[in-house]
């Protein structure tokens, strides 16, 4: 894939409902923030963000927990992806 | 459990009403926020978030009381777990 | 009592009416944030909150006046607490 | 009087409206704000509040101008004041 | 005038609809934020304001826009004056 | 002109539509903050404002591209000038 | 094009849906957010920007994901531009 967020930005692709079951772990759909599992497929370089020093703490690859309604969706090559800031992301999964 | 939060996010495990009046303690249902007592299954790293210096100060196993609106719900293995920020913990119980 | 509270954060045990009236200190019922009298009973470690460096001022045993709206209430060996923040704290009278 | 105001907190003690005239000054009752006259009874030590260093620029016996709306009033031996921050003073008058 | 405006206070006595003809500055009653022109009459110390140094700029006698809604009027003397933050002085006029 | 603006303010007249079409520029009505186009007749002396160093970026004379609801509207010796915010400014037109 | 953005801005033309279909990426118009992409013809000089460091991340050429309804538009020689925050870039599509 080829894009590349800025900042602090990092690009998921959600992982299916299927894949969830299997690696264990249900997200209840009454969960008011909404949390679902994703794959982390590309990461910002961090840096000075709003003047703030921001250290990267994922990787490509990363199974993540993030909220549902963080970020924005853009469709590439026929695949959803989310770019969403790295606060966004809750829990990484292993 | 193999969930690890990012920043100063806490994994917490909710303690059942049962528990907590083994304790002595018990919590209104009236309070405006709905403190709850839970106990910790995880604890990330702490560090820079947002711009500032983060010490962790709580510890896996510790009890904490939280407040029950803060946080994202997430089921894993049939277990329910929320996932928050360190600063909605209220107080550590011994 | 041990209910050890994080960062900023103190717990406060409310003074009785009758006890507030033997100190000679009234505190009127329509006063728009109902502040009230209450006595420490534990405090927080202080140190970096939110980023910031806070020195806590108060100690166990201290008569403070609160606002009666901050903090969160729970119960413990049936006996009723508040944890709030410090900075809801107004003032100590002696 | 033995209230000793938390941080950058201030206590005061309103002028009557017949102390105000006679003073010269006449607060006009429609302002948006509906400043009052006030005598400096307490005064916090300052220091870091919030984060921020804080110095007392006002003390015990000052006349002040305040907004009316701001602080939390108590009741002490009979008598009326008013906790609020130093910076909800607006000047001092000689 | 003995009031001593706080921090970056300033007090302003606003000019005249006749005076402010004569010196051929006409403000329209239709802006929205409605500016007005008023002399300083009085200058806070600036300095440490909010945790931030302030340095005052205006000194007494100066002619500045303001707006309108900005501040706290006070009558003195029979005179009406306004108290308000520095920062809400648009410009100095000459 | 002899207005001064304070802090990072600068003082700005519009340029009519005629002139604009002339250069070659044309501002759709419809655009949700309704920028205009507008020459730099006064520029305040920046420096810290709100506790932060703003260098001044525009000189007299540069044409720049505002915020149309950014600022204050004054009138002078029959000209309409809007004071604004260095940040309200977007671009610089050459 | 002559349009030099001020700060952290930066000014875009956005990419025709045909051209985004030839790049293989396309943008859902239920996007909550509506991303869209853009080609960046102008880059702001970064620097201190109310307060903080800013070090610009893009230049002029990069195809750009940004967020619709961030920034001002602008019609320059019958060519629609957008003028909008570094920070409202989300990545760049190499």
Do not use: H, W
């Amino acid at each position: 894939m080829n894009i590349k967020p800025l900042g602090d930005r990092v690009v998921i692709k959600k992982i299916e409902a299927e894949e969830t079951t299997k690696s264990g772990i249900v997200l209840p759909g009454t969960a008011k923030e909404k949390p679902q599992m994703a794959e982390v497929v590309a990461v910002g370089p961090g840096g000075i963000v709003e003047g703030k020093e921001v250290a990267m703490q994922v990787k490509v690859g990363d199974k993540v927990i993030f909220s549902k309604y963080a970020g924005t969706e853009v469709k590439f090559d026929e695949v959803e992806y989310t770019i969403l800031k790295q606060d966004d992301l809750l829990a990484v999964v292993e």
